[in-house]
């Protein structure tokens, strides 16, 4: 079974850094992507930033250029960091990792999410 945990969410003033992390965890032959998704109070989930094979990433327009995502593939983990945080980036976080080779075959996962509350 495959798990995700993220980590590194809770109160941040506006204008600070924050840096989120996941991990996956399990039987693992391989993944393809590992993506952030975000969704506000009121809002629907929206893709935040995403890194493929090869280090290939893309961003959200709305990311503005304040989000850089890294990946480590030989721990099997993505961290997202966010520069100078704004309150319109309160959120739930979520990791998602996709197309994920295990012995059950290939699926995408989701992680419980990580709340992120940007105080003005």
């Known amino acids: 079974q495959v798990q995700v945990v993220?980590?590194?969410?809770?109160?941040?003033?506006s204008g600070r850094p924050l840096t989120l992390s996941c991990v996956a965890s399990g039987t693992i032959f391989s993944i393809s992507t590992m993506a952030w998704y975000r969704q506000g109070p009121g809002r629907e989930?929206?893709?935040?930033?995403?890194?493929?094979?090869?280090?290939?990433?893309?961003?959200?327009?709305?990311?503005e250029g304040r989000f850089t995502i890294?990946?480590?593939y030989a721990k099997n983990t993505v961290s997202l960091q966010i520069n100078s945080a704004k309150p319109e980036d309160t959120a739930v976080y979520f990791c998602k990792?996709?197309?994920?080779?295990t012995p059950q075959g290939v699926?995408?996962?989701w992680?419980?999410?990580?709340?992120?509350?940007?105080?003005?």
């Open 6 to 13: 993220e980590s590194g969410g809770g109160l941040v003033q």
């Open 45 to 63: 989930r929206e893709f935040v930033a995403k890194v493929a094979r090869a280090n290939r990433t893309d961003y959200a327009d709305s990311s």
């Open 70 to 72: 890294f990946r480590d």
């Open 97 to 101: 990792l996709m197309r994920v080779a």
């Open 107 to 109: 699926s995408d996962y």
């Open 111 to 120: 992680g419980q999410g990580t709340q992120v509350t940007v105080s003005s």
